[in-house]
T-cell receptor, first 112, second 114 residues
């Protein structure tokens, strides 16, 4: 079963707007990561937030983590057409030999 | 090489044939993962190698699937007697340890079973 579940499944916004994507998970985690995938390509790591962190920034990205609610959000500010891609959250579960389990992904379309 | 390398990038095969997919991880990365991604879907975990430990094979969907890794280098994923439902992109990823940190992905091997 999927550890991470993202919502919405698809998001369409205008260039310049902010995009917010959410991820929920089920078990205790060491960290949560967000990845991006352009069509037909491999995944690229965006940001990692540890279980003892609540918020993290990287450029136009802002990630929050609420371990009490087992949820995370990814905010992309001032979106660009080039941000069009699929976004996945992934969790490293507590304990050894983590599988780094991925959600089903969110398809983001940014209209120029 | 600088990144994770996968080959072939595309493979078309007939139902019933065996296929072998190859992954060259980043040098020094002890952890290596295989995932399967069906069209428009998320990533499905297949198998995980960590150093010299026994691999975690819990994601392999059937005994037609197997994978090997020599030390901390190249890995091969073998699918025997391919079926049409095996059609997918097979993604390989590596990272420095098995416990934390970002994964570095290859571009994937797209398998089409006719």
């Amino acid at each position: 079963s999927q550890q991470g579940e993202e919502d919405p499944q698809a998001l369409s916004i205008q260039e310049g707007e902010n995009a917010t994507m959410n991820c929920s998970y089920k078990t205790s985690i060491n960290n949560l990561q967000w990845y991006r995938q352009n069509s037909g390509r491999g995944l690229v790591h965006l940001i990692l937030i540890r279980s003892n962190e609540r918020e993290k920034h990287s450029g136009r990205l802002r990630v929050t983590l609420d371990t009490s609610k087992k949820s995370s959000s990814l905010l992309i500010t001032a979106s660009r057409a080039a941000d069009t891609a699929s976004y996945f959250c992934a969790t490293d579960r507590t304990g050894a030999n983590s599988k780094l389990t991925f959600g089903k992904g969110i398809t983001l379309s940014v209209r120029p | 090489g600088a990144g994770v390398s996968q080959s072939p990038s595309n493979k078309v095969t007939e139902k019933g044939k065996d296929v072998e997919l190859r992954c060259d991880p980043i040098s020094g990365h002890t952890a290596l993962y295989w995932y399967r991604q069906r069209l428009g879907q998320g990533l499905e975990f297949l198998i995980y190698f960590q150093g010299n430990s026994a691999p975690d094979k819990s994601g392999l969907p059937s005994d037609r699937f197997s994978a090997e890794r020599t030390g901390e280098s190249v890995s091969t994923l073998t699918i025997q007697r391919t079926q049409q439902e095996d059609s997918a992109v097979y993604l390989c990823a590596s990272r420095t340890t098995g416990f934390t940190g970002e994964l570095f992905f290859g571009e994937g091997s797209r398998l089409t079973v006719l």
